[in-house]
């Protein structure tokens, strides 16, 4: 009897440190207030299913995926709206794959973005090394990539923005990704460079409070002319280990962004 005791009270303790999901599905509306032209009002809906079911324990409930090293393909939607008559929509898909018993990592999106007249096709891709558990250093290149599965994580505005400046050239990507503990707490610390016609960079970094709270900063930039810095800060909550909440707010010189958005993983 005192055996089957322990034996439950391990399975609780295990259940209740221990989730796994194999789909995430995001969806959020983002509004822009640019000055002189009025309000662009963004909303997107994106998901992932990964190849194997995703084991979160005792780590960062928005990192489990990437510390897991879980394979996964994408498929997302997003579409901006503004005073004028034209819409922009875009609509990708994007896979993540990490090749088993090694430390290589490969990466490809394609998308389609959509705005008046014009239809561009965007591609990205890229092929990295993990050399140490939580960092990935990544190489590639990009060609008018709006990718609408990364809106969630970096905002419409900043990806459309990233993509129109770096021009219509295939630009070389540079990647990096670090979670790491730092005391008792978890950090996120990521950077993207594209250096086509200009070089646009993007760093960022997040800490987790707990594994289920985060709060982190951005800051993003170009070569361009007259380009003027972008400043983020973001946030997220899961209220459970399938549900999760987030903000995010970003400004530049002449534009202000907010925008809200929400995870289920099941």
């Avoid at 960092?135 to 008018?144: F, M, P, R, S």
């Avoid at 050239?169 to 016609?197: C, P, Q, W």
């Avoid at 409070?209 to 800060?233: K, M, N, Q, R």
């Amino acid at each position: 009897m005192f055996k089957q005791i322990a034996l439950s009270a391990a399975l609780l303790a295990t259940l209740g440190t221990t989730h796994a999901y194999q789909a995430e599905i995001n969806a959020g509306y983002e509004n822009t207030d640019i000055e002189n032209l009025g309000d662009l009002d963004t909303i997107f809906i994106n998901g992932k299913y990964y190849l194997n079911g995703v084991q979160v324990k005792n780590a960062p409930l928005a990192e489990a995926a990437f510390l897991s090293k879980a394979s996964n393909i994408g498929l997302g939607y997003a579409n901006a709206s503004g005073d004028g008559d034209e819409d922009i929509d875009a609509l990708g898909i994007n896979g993540e794959f990490f090749i088993p018993n090694t430390q290589f990592y490969v990466s490809a999106a394609l998308n389609q973005t959509d705005f008046g007249d014009e239809d561009n096709t965007g591609y990205a891709f890229e092929v990295g090394y993990l050399p140490i558990e939580g960092l990935l250093l990544a190489v590639g290149a990009a060609n008018e990539n709006v990718d609408p599965v990364q809106v969630a994580n970096y905002g419409f505005t900043a990806n459309l923005l990233n993509a129109v400046t770096v021009g219509e050239d295939t630009a070389l990507s540079l990647r990096a990704k670090y979670v790491t503990l730092i005391g008792n707490h978890y950090a996120n610390f990521e950077g993207i460079s594209y250096m086509g016609d200009e070089t646009t960079y993007r760093l960022g970094a997040d800490l987790y409070i707990d594994p289920t709270l985060s709060v982190g900063v951005s800051i993003a930039d170009s070569t361009a002319d007259e380009s003027d810095t972008l400043f983020g800060v973001r946030a997220q909550k899961f209220f459970t280990p399938a549900i999760a909440a987030g903000i995010n707010y970003t400004t530049t010189d002449g534009a202000d962004s907010f925008g809200i958005n929400g995870t289920f993983r099941f």
